[in-house]
């Protein structure tokens, strides 16, 4: 069994469609309902017809209710709060990284060609005798 999270943005209301489906191959689809009885608050799986059409969503929240609930999720299950200072970690460490394959290119290049021979030393010359 696996459950599955599906969204649609309604763009006129500004709100996202949220829709929890639980997928099974020996059951049929079912999709998630919360259930408001005053301060209990209850949940239920409702079967889905083999072709649904118009089912309402799970639930819906406004823009920045989802994006505050996309933050929190993150930070409950990566540890992570901003997703946007761990890119710019990503881009500075991409750069060096590059910055570095460029270098070792460079010196194995120079590697390759060999420099001139230079004269032996005068010094060097005449502590091997000649």
């Known amino acids: 069994m696996m459950i599955r999270a599906f969204i649609r943005e309604d763009l006129p209301g500004m709100f996202l469609e949220i829709a929890l489906i639980q997928v099974s191959d020996d059951m049929p689809r079912r ?3 919360i259930d408001e009885a005053g301060a209990n608050t209850t949940y239920r799986w409702e079967d889905l017809p083999d072709r649904p059409t118009n089912v ?3 639930l819906q929240l406004g823009d920045s209710e989802a ?6 999720l993150g930070r409950h299950y990566s ?4 997703v946007r200072a761990l890119r ?5 460490e991409r750069k060096r990284v ?4 460029a ?4 010196v194995i290049a120079n590697g390759i060609q060999r420099p001139p021979r230079r004269p032996p030393d005068p010094l060097i010359r005449k502590l091997a005798g000649e």
């Open 98 to 101: 590059d910055e570095l394959i």
């Open 67 to 72: 994006r505050a609930l996309l933050e929190a």
């Open 56 to 58: 309402a969503p799970t």
């Open 103 to 106: 270098l070792m290119g460079a």
């Open 79 to 82: 540890g992570g709060s901003d």
């Open 88 to 92: 710019a970690d990503l881009d500075y």
């Open 31 to 33: 999709i998630l309902r």
